[in-house]
């Protein structure tokens, strides 16, 4: 069920993010936005085929289903328009989640956004920086990045 759809999406990811480049110096601005779960005609197949789609998005599925919940559509909506014609006019070629992701302050730090690998395919999650820069991140100048995004994005995650 998902064999198409992962692919597909980060193809659109990768898209956006290029796409967001070229046009830049025409004041276009470009994201993805991850919708997260909510009702869908996806919703309904996934629910319909529990056995391939797997027993956790099964069950949120079905509990999305039974309860008609909104929520995550209501915060993709205002996400939209803060990035349409809100605060976050200015944010561009970024994967931004519009239920997990703290979008509402991202205008408040663009030197978060502008490091390359905030908010993209190459996810760089500013919940785990701390963890990736002591355990995983390579030795050099790599590493001297992580540390420095670390510390702007600090109070980003307080």
Not at 54 to 69: F, V
Not at 92 to 103: E, H, N, Y
Not at 128 to 143: D, E, M
């Given at each position: 069920m998902f064999?198409?759809?992962?692919?597909a999406?980060a193809a659109?990811v990768?898209?956006t993010e290029?796409v967001a480049?070229?046009?830049?110096?025409d004041?276009i601005?470009?994201?993805?936005?991850?919708?997260?779960?909510?009702?869908?005609g996806?919703t309904?197949a996934?629910?319909?085929?529990?056995?391939?789609?797997g027993e956790?998005?099964a069950?949120?599925a079905?509990r999305?289903?039974?309860?008609?919940?909104?929520v995550?559509?209501?915060k993709?909506?205002r996400f939209?328009?803060?990035?349409?014609i809100?605060?976050?006019?200015d944010?561009?070629?970024k994967?931004?989640s519009?239920?997990?992701?703290?979008?509402?302050?991202?205008?408040?730090y663009?030197?978060?956004l502008?490091h390359?690998d905030?908010?993209?395919?190459?996810r760089v999650?500013?919940?785990r920086?701390?963890?990736?820069a002591?355990s995983?991140?390579p030795?050099?100048?790599a590493n001297?990045?992580?540390?420095?995004l670390?510390?702007s994005?600090a109070?980003v995650?307080r």
């Amino acid at each position: 069920m998902f064999a198409a759809y992962a692919p597909a999406k980060a193809a659109l990811v990768r898209f956006t993010e290029i796409v967001a480049i070229e046009r830049a110096r025409d004041g276009i601005r470009i994201n993805a936005v991850a919708l997260s779960a909510f009702v869908l005609g996806m919703t309904r197949a996934v629910r319909s085929s529990a056995e391939i789609a797997g027993e956790i998005e099964a069950a949120i599925a079905k509990r999305l289903l039974e309860t008609q919940d909104t929520v995550n559509a209501e915060k993709a909506a205002r996400f939209v328009v803060y990035l349409t014609i809100g605060k976050g006019r200015d944010v561009t070629g970024k994967l931004i989640s519009a239920v997990c992701d703290r979008w509402d302050c991202l205008h408040r730090y663009p030197e978060v956004l502008a490091h390359k690998d905030v908010f993209t395919h190459d996810r760089v999650d500013i919940l785990r920086l701390h963890g990736i820069a002591n355990s995983r991140a390579p030795t050099g100048s790599a590493n001297s990045t992580a540390r420095a995004l670390e510390r702007s994005t600090a109070s980003v995650i307080r």
